[in-house]
């Protein structure tokens, strides 16, 4: 076996698993888990629909480069979601089984080890842990750029080694991100862009919480930021799904696109790879992308649950409405082991302790003292838990007096 299989940490939910071993939540109280980013609003009938009119797609082999009909599709979402001016289904469009499969698979293929010094995988801290195990088996160096509440919860580029840059080949973006739901700016993207053309390492920008905002303004995109900037893909690849926009985590839809160049790589690897999307699954797919009308729904939902949960868990939590997303990311009075721990055997509420999507880096880890709060679940769901929450918050603060 691979001895880079020993580098990887424990997942965030098997520690929670660990955390919350031996504990008996109260039994008059229904459990109510808010720690997944797992979808709850039902699949849209459209998607069910196309996925039950091609069935005869089982029969075929599915072409790992997608159906014409799909790379259309996501092409022409790209262009008028972002107003790009051109995005070419033939070369800079390339579907996916998920964004997740992608992101992990995209750093196999893009790092190089051959060049001597350890390449460097930048990520966002806290962060999306498929960053860090894609770096971890490619045979990079994790390196972790703190996001706290004094940058916007952004990374701060600039707080980067240049020795670090030198070596480092690929920088993981999260925007909007996870766990805080903070988008990045046209500022932050061009600086970024100039550290790329300086040290010519690829930006890999996940966007898969694109859709899911507040109000009209809508979180700007990696390829949308290089239009601005009059720039082209070059060195950028965006990495988007349906499981968020769509409510369809089980089909395991996304794509990748941006730099021609550098997907046409990846597509030769994935050739390889065997990862094709099934025929069934890029009908319904196509079908998605080409419908605004379930996403403006399924946004209409979220907005009402953090309308009427925001403010309710401010009064005790210091906890504001991020910039996008369906993640609350709250600070707590107490340890966020401790206060997840004690939420769940009290009030039988599940929610994540911030720590576990971090790493000590650079004398912090910048997800202690928060707990990441998925509003995933029916709205009823999500006021009662935080009805718990207030009550929780409460008693503490009585006793600790």
Request: proline residues 6%.
């Amino acid at each position: 076996m691979s001895p880079r299989l020993e580098l990887l940490h424990p997942y965030p939910f098997q520690k929670l698993r660990q955390l919350f071993a031996g504990i008996k939540p109260t039994a008059a109280l229904s459990h109510i888990n808010l720690s997944i980013g797992e979808p709850k609003h039902p699949a849209p009938q459209l998607v069910k629909d196309a996925l039950l009119n091609h069935v005869a797609g089982l029969s075929s082999y599915p072409a790992t480069l997608g159906s014409d009909e799909l790379r259309e599709s996501i092409a022409d979402w790209a262009k008028a979601r972002y107003g790009l001016v051109a995005l070419n289904p033939a070369t800079e469009v390339l579907p996916v089984n998920g964004s997740r499969e992608a992101l992990f698979a995209f750093v196999q293929a893009v790092i190089d080890t051959s060049a001597g010094a350890q390449p460097v995988v930048l990520s966002p801290n806290p962060f999306y842990q498929i960053y860090e195990g894609a770096a971890l088996l490619a045979g990079a160096e994790p390196w972790y750029v703190n996001c706290v509440a004094e940058n916007r919860f952004q990374p701060n580029w600039d707080s980067v080694p240049a020795e670090v840059w030198a070596r480092t080949q690929v920088v993981f973006v999260c925007s909007p991100g996870n766990p805080t739901g903070a988008v990045a700016s046209l500022a932050d993207w061009e600086r970024l862009f100039a550290l790329s053309d300086q040290y010519g390492f690829v930006i890999a920008s996940d966007e898969c919480y694109s859709e899911i905002y507040f109000g009209e303004e809508k979180p700007l995109g990696g390829l949308e930021a290089a239009q601005k900037l009059g720039r082209d893909y070059r060195n950028l690849v965006m990495f988007s799904s349906l499981s968020k926009r769509s409510n369809v985590p089980g089909m395991r839809s996304g794509f990748v696109a941006g730099d021609a160049q550098i997907l046409a790589k990846f597509l030769l690897y994935r050739t390889y790879h065997g990862c094709a999307m099934s025929p069934m699954v890029m009908a319904a797919s196509a079908a998605a992308w080409r419908d605004e009308a379930h996403v403006i729904e399924n946004r209409a939902q979220y907005t009402a649950k953090f309308a009427a949960v925001t403010e309710r868990l401010a009064s005790v939590l210091e906890v504001g409405l991020p910039d996008a997303a369906f993640y609350l990311w709250a600070k707590t009075p107490i340890d966020d082991e401790d206060f997840a721990a004690r939420l769940f055997a009290e009030q039988h509420v599940t929610v994540l302790p911030g720590s576990y999507l971090a790493r000590e880096a650079h004398g912090v880890n910048p997800g202690k003292g928060y707990v990441r709060i998925a509003l995933v679940a029916p709205l009823d769901e999500c006021v009662a838990a935080a009805e718990r929450i207030v009550a929780f918050c409460q008693q503490w603060k009585t006793a600790a007096v």
